[in-house]
C-alpha cells in the first residue's frame, strides 16, 4: 500500500520530470502563444483554420475558448497539445510557442513536437476517447507508464486515488471494466481521472460537457475546477456554453472566422466587451430580462 507521502511524492515528481527549464523564456507565463497561423491544404484548396493567434496562460489560469462553429477553437486547442501537424494535413507556424519555459517550435517556426509534455486533454465524447478493449486499469497503468510511473502497486494505488477524486465508488469494480461496461457519466469521470493522473501543468478540455445534461453540465465543470485547482494546473475549456463559461472561467478568449477577436476577464467581460461579434455573442444568452422577448439576436457577417 503506497502511503499519502509517497503518493503525493511521485505526484511531485510526475509534475517536474523531464522539463528542461535551462531555456526559461518567461517564468510568468505557462503558455505563450505568439502569431500562431494553422493551415489545412495548400495551394488553392488551404485553408486558415487559426489565423495569427496571440495569447497567454498563466500557471492554474482558467480560460474559456469561445466562438462560433468552424471558428477554429479545436484547431488551436489540438495544436497546443500537439495533437495536429502535417499527418493531419495542417501546416502550423508560429514566431513563439512557450510552454512551461521551454520552448516547443521547432527552429524554423514550422510544425510542432509530435506531443507536449505537461499538457493532457479531455474530450467531448469519453466513448471515442477511452479505447473500447481495454479495462480502464489497464489504460491508468499505460498513462501512468508513459509519465515515469513503473511500479505496479504505485500505478494501482494512483489509479485508485483519481477514480474516487472524480467521485467513483467501488474502483475495484470500474477497473476491472471496460468503457462500455459504464454509464456516460462514469465515462466522463474516467476520462477526467486519466487526463489529470499524470498532473500536467494544463488541462485543455474541448467540448466537456456538450454530451451532457444542464445539471451534469455544470457537476462535470465544477469537477474540473476544484481537481485543477488542487493541483495548480491551468485550465482551458473549448465550449459553446458561454453562460458556464462565464461563471467558471477568469479570462474569455473569443475566436471568430480563425481570429482572436477579443481577450478579456470573465467578470467584467459584459461591459467592457468591444469587438461586435462577442457583444452579439453576449447578447444571446438568455436572461430573465430577455426573456420576453420574441427572437434573440441574429448574428451579422462581421468580418470585412
Ligand atoms: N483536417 C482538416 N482538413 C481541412 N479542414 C479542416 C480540418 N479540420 C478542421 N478543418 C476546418 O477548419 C475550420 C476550423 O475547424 P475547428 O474544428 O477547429 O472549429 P471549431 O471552432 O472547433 O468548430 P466546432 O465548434 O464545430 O467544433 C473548419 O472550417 C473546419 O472545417
Redesign the pocket.
Known sequence: MTTTAERDAVSNRLRDNEIDHSTALDSRSLLSVEDLTVT??QGDDA?V?VDGVTFDIAPGERIALV??????????AMTIAGLIGPS???HIVSTRLDFDGVSRRSPTGVGLPKRTDGIAMVFQDAMTALDPVWTIGGQFKHVLSGAGVHRRSEQRDLTRHWLTKVGLIDTKRVMKSRPYELSGGMRQRVMTALALCGSPRLLIAD?PTSALDASLARGSMELLQQLTHEQGTALLV?S?DIKLCLEFSDTMLV?YR?RLVEQAASSTIVATAEHPYTKGLLGCIPTLANRSADRLPVLADFMR
Do not use: N, P, Q, R
Open positions: 489545412y491544404g485553408f483554420a466562438g462560433e462553429s468552424g471558428s477554429g477553437k479545436s484547431t488551436l493531419s494535413g495542417a467540448e473549448v459553446h475566436m480563425g
